[in-house]
């Protein structure tokens, strides 16, 4: 079975600055899909970036983009110049491309950015 | 911008209840799902529904749930009789097509409380 790790349950970060958060995943599959999705207080989540894991070239939607690695099954969500608006918490996400409509979360980062 | 809204935001109930947790999904999307995140754990994932039936369903979705779109735009999931470790956030989201790169739009939630 799939399982997801985010092994940072709370991350802190300098407003303007760069934060990392960490995901690594296990799947024997070698067709799926990863997400990261956000989730602001009190909001739904919303979807922040995406990867297909056939394509080598990582994602990238304005200042958030992700460190892809396959072999070391390892995913993160680099965040540039943080702005207050990105404190959430992050989920990292992994769905199989036998569409199955399974998708399986990690435990979530608590990103706080600190004025 | 279109949502997946869920009511009640909130919901407190006596262990042995049935409950009835809705949702609204974006209108012209086809495919719909409930994931659930006990406190401090993992989102996991329910079900899905397309097309009038259950599409997959987890292991955790046992005999106690059930989902129905009893109109064109509800779907709701029903647990017969709640037990305290149902407890937890109720997650509803949707989707304009199957395919597994496709994002699913996440509703803000329904707490459940069991007592």
Same mark, same amino acid.
């Given at each position: 079975?799939? $399982?997801?790790?985010?092994?940072? *349950?709370?991350?802190? #970060?300098?407003?303007?600055? $760069? #934060? =990392?958060? @960490?995901? $690594?995943y !296990?799947?024997?599959?070698? !067709?799926?899909?990863?997400?990261?999705?956000?989730? *602001?207080?009190?909001?739904?989540?919303?979807?922040?970036?995406? %990867?297909?894991?056939?394509? %080598?070239?990582? /994602? =990238?939607?304005?200042?958030?983009?992700?460190?892809?690695?396959?072999?070391?099954?390892?995913?993160?969500?680099?965040?540039?110049?943080?702005?207050?608006?990105?404190? /959430?918490?992050?989920?990292?996400?992994?769905?199989?491309?036998?569409?199955?409509?399974?998708?399986?979360?990690?435990?979530?980062?608590?990103? $706080?950015?600190? *004025? | 911008? *279109?949502?997946? =809204?869920?009511t009640?935001?909130h919901? #407190?109930?006596?262990?042995?209840?049935?409950?009835?947790?809705?949702?609204?999904?974006?209108?012209?999307?086809?495919? +719909?799902?409930?994931?659930?995140?006990?406190?401090?754990?993992?989102?996991?994932?329910?079900?899905?529904?397309?097309?009038?039936?259950?599409? &997959?369903?987890?292991?955790? +979705? !046992?005999?106690?749930?059930?989902?129905?779109?009893?109109?064109?735009?509800?779907?709701?999931?029903?647990?017969? @009789?709640?037990?305290?470790? !149902? @407890?937890?956030?109720? +997650?509803?989201?949707? @989707? &304009?097509?199957?395919?597994?790169?496709?994002?699913?739009?996440?509703?803000?939630?329904?707490?459940l409380?069991?007592?």
């Open positions: 079975a799939q $399982t997801v790790t985010q092994s940072q *349950p709370e991350m802190s #970060v300098q407003e303007a600055e $760069t #934060v =990392t958060l @960490s995901c $690594t !296990d799947t024997s599959e070698s !067709d799926y899909y990863l997400f990261w999705y956000k989730q *602001p207080p009190s909001r739904q989540m919303i979807l922040v970036i995406r %990867q297909e894991a056939y394509k %080598q070239q990582n /994602a =990238t939607e304005n200042r958030f983009s992700v460190n892809f690695q396959k072999a070391a099954k390892s995913f993160s969500l680099k965040i540039s110049d943080s702005q207050l608006g990105d404190a /959430a918490m992050y989920f990292c996400a992994y769905r199989s491309g036998r569409e199955n409509n399974d998708m399986r979360f990690g435990a979530g980062t608590r990103l $706080t950015v600190k *004025p | 911008e *279109p949502e997946v =809204t869920q009640p935001s919901q #407190v109930t006596q262990m042995g209840q049935e409950v009835i947790l809705r949702c609204v999904p974006i209108s012209n999307h086809l495919y +719909f799902y409930w994931y659930r995140q006990i406190l401090g754990q993992k989102v996991e994932f329910l079900v899905s529904f397309y097309n009038n039936e259950i599409s &997959e369903k987890s292991e955790i +979705f !046992d005999d106690q749930f059930s989902v129905e779109r009893p109109d064109g735009s509800n779907f709701t999931l029903k647990i017969r @009789s709640t037990k305290l470790e !149902d @407890s937890a956030m109720y +997650f509803c989201a949707s @989707s &304009e097509r199957l395919a597994t790169y496709n994002e699913q739009f996440f509703g803000p939630g329904t707490r409380t069991v007592l």
